[in-house]
């Protein structure tokens, strides 16, 4: 991704979402799961395939552990998930998003750009 190869970005992403062992343990702190669908989801919305990314930022949403270890990237799903029902003309689906990622940051780290922007989207929403 950082060299600008989001190609070869998705085919190392896919295959490796793809060999993510069950989430049998919730307890398990080695749980990774959120950081590479995470991976995935941005590639595959970097490659203009937003359907997709939705589809893999809303398989975030089910994770235990992963949610855990990475609360920061499970946040920021239901934020992306903002953008691309708010692209898609989903207003509701939209501003539902915007609000639960700004429910689990709080006002935690003021100045973030994804708050403020997600606080923007919502009231333009309504």
Do not use: C
């Amino acid at each position: 991704m950082a060299a600008e190869n989001v190609g070869l970005a998705l085919e190392y992403f896919t295959k490796a979402v793809d060999r993510l062992p069950r989430q049998h343990l919730p307890w398990a702190a080695d749980n990774d799961h959120a950081y590479y669908l995470e991976s995935l989801a941005a590639a595959l919305y970097r490659a203009r395939r937003p359907e997709d990314a939705l589809t893999v930022y809303r398989r975030m949403a089910e994770l235990t552990a992963g949610r855990l270890r990475f609360g920061d990237l499970y946040a920021r799903s239901y934020y992306m998930r903002g953008k691309i029902d708010e692209s898609a003309g989903e207003a509701g689906a939209a501003a539902r998003g915007f609000r639960r990622f700004l429910a689990i940051w709080g006002n935690s780290d003021p100045g973030l750009s994804e708050v403020d922007d997600a606080r923007r989207r919502v009231a333009a929403l309504q």
